[in-house]
Nanobody, 124 residues
Framework: QVRLVESGGGLVQAGGSLRLSCAAS????????MGWFRQAPGKEREFVAA????????YNTDSVKGRFTISRDNAKNTVYLQMNSLKPEDTAVYSC?????????????????WGQGTQVTVSS
């Protein structure tokens, strides 16, 4: 079992930045792909970014490319999402997720563990 806890959300003006963190605990000795997803009110959950265990492979959805960067520190069992040039349409609850293995996927259905989420609100 892996427990995930997000932090770093908040209210920011358009054009601003936030860094989200996701701390993992529990069975963290195994290799896990980590992902970030978000869900805005009235919308379906969508993939944002994912990173392989080694950090050598990263993938972002098109709408955040050039603005968001996913990274991880395995020594700290933490994954990060640096969000720059934030837009009002980035407003959502952001959740991190983990899936065992090495294959990076974009479907939330393939992730086994989820955090509770952290609210990000971008004002115009």
């Amino acid at each position: 079992q892996v427990r995930l806890v997000e932090s770093g959300g908040g209210l920011v003006q358009a054009g601003g930045s936030l860094r989200l963190s996701c701390a993992a605990s529990g069975r963290t000795s195994s290799n896990y792909v980590m992902g970030w997803f978000r869900q805005a009110p009235g919308k379906e959950r969508e993939f944002v970014a994912a990173i392989s265990w080694s950090g050598s492979y990263r993938y972002n959805t098109d709408s955040v490319k050039g603005r968001f960067t996913i990274s991880r520190d395995n020594a700290k069992n933490t994954v990060y999402l640096q969000m720059n040039s934030l837009k009002p349409e980035d407003t959502a609850v952001y959740s991190c997720a983990a899936r065992p293995g090495s294959v990076v996927t974009t479907s939330g259905l393939t992730y086994n563990y989820w955090g509770q989420g952290t609210q990000v609100t971008v004002s115009s």
